[in-house]
């Protein structure tokens, strides 16, 4: 199939734009003029499109095009991977990875991150252990993204003297070597060393992302450390520029019911904006159960049946 170089190159920087805006109406659109002008199954646009499908989190058009893409680049499995593991699709994002190394294609420096972190998900720590291997080998351990993700799969396996060792050794630390650091801590019962992370940071005037405020928040949740958790949910938009989401309303509401506020806990999620979901409803439930609030049960009950 013969199409002019320009028109290819025109469509391949539309597909570009599609993936860093993760505009799915537009990609829809692109692909289908692509196949108006029979220039959709151009090996180079295809590669483009199962790229920006993947970024669009649309997995099952990125897969269908990828079977049917004849030049299998090491970006293109990245994508895939990567795409997979941002959506906490863990099997799959290793599933993908495997493939392609019985495919004998080449890894590279932005394959390994998105792999570690799926190891991280399913507590997959020989494989984990594994590509640490191929980190050093081929020369990666100077790159910050592939230790950020080493310490957070060490840590999320429970392996914390090696999440540990891998942040004292490194020359530059980001907020996110932070921030993997104290998921670790957490996942261990760690508090004090949550806390000491978490203030080193702000002291330090570092990024303080929604991540590590989760981490924070669940941690003040099990420590029954409930001022401190009213503190840091009230200053997050103020003083980190983070609108509170979802898991941050529920580790307030876990937090609150657990300390027999569930009035207050209620008040919470009936001021809140964003569409509730069952877990933050069961979170609140399960504390009037404990705390015998059969008046604050029966009105979210009604609420979830009007829901409905």
């Excluded at 493939?99 to 399913?122: E, N, R, W, Y």
Aim: aromatic share 8%.
């Amino acid at each position: 199939m013969y199409a002019r170089p320009r028109t290819i190159t025109f469509f391949a920087s539309l597909l570009d734009k599609c993936s860093s805006t993760k505009s799915l109406q537009k990609l829809k659109q692109i692909h289908a003029k692509t196949i108006l002008l029979n220039i959709s199954s151009h090996s180079f646009l295809r590669t483009k499109l199962v790229s920006a499908y993947a970024s669009c989190s649309q997995m099952r058009e990125a897969h269908i095009l990828f079977f049917f893409t004849s030049r299998q680049p090491t970006f293109l499995y990245n994508s895939i991977i990567r795409a997979h593991s941002s959506l906490n699709q863990s099997s799959q994002s290793l599933a993908v990875f495997h493939h392609m190394i019985s495919a004998q294609k080449p890894f590279d420096i932005f394959t390994l991150p998105p792999v570690l972190k799926s190891c991280g998900q399913l507590s997959d720590l020989t494989l984990g252990r594994e590509l640490h291997g191929a980190v050093l080998v081929n020369g990666y351990s100077s790159n910050l993204a592939n230790n950020n993700s080493l310490i957070s799969m060490y840590g999320k396996c429970g392996e914390l003297d090696c999440a540990m060792k891998l942040f004292d050794e490194m020359p530059v630390r980001s907020y996110v070597s932070y921030s993997a650091l104290m998921v670790g801590y957490e996942k261990l019962g760690m508090a004090m060393e949550v806390f000491i992370l978490f203030d080193k940071m702000v002291e330090m005037g570092m990024v303080v992302d929604e991540v590590t405020l989760t981490t924070v928040l669940t941690t003040c949740s099990r420590e029954g450390m409930v001022e401190k958790g009213k503190e840091v949910f009230e200053k997050m938009e103020e003083s980190f520029g983070v609108k509170p989401k979802l898991e941050h309303y529920t580790c307030m509401v876990d937090m609150l019911g657990k300390a027999g506020l569930v009035e207050e806990a209620e008040e919470l999620v009936m001021g809140m904006e964003l569409e509730t979901d069952m877990a933050l409803w069961n979170a609140l439930l399960t504390a009037c159960r404990v705390h015998g609030k059969v008046e604050v049960a029966g009105r979210v009950e009604r609420r979830l049946v009007g829901r409905s």
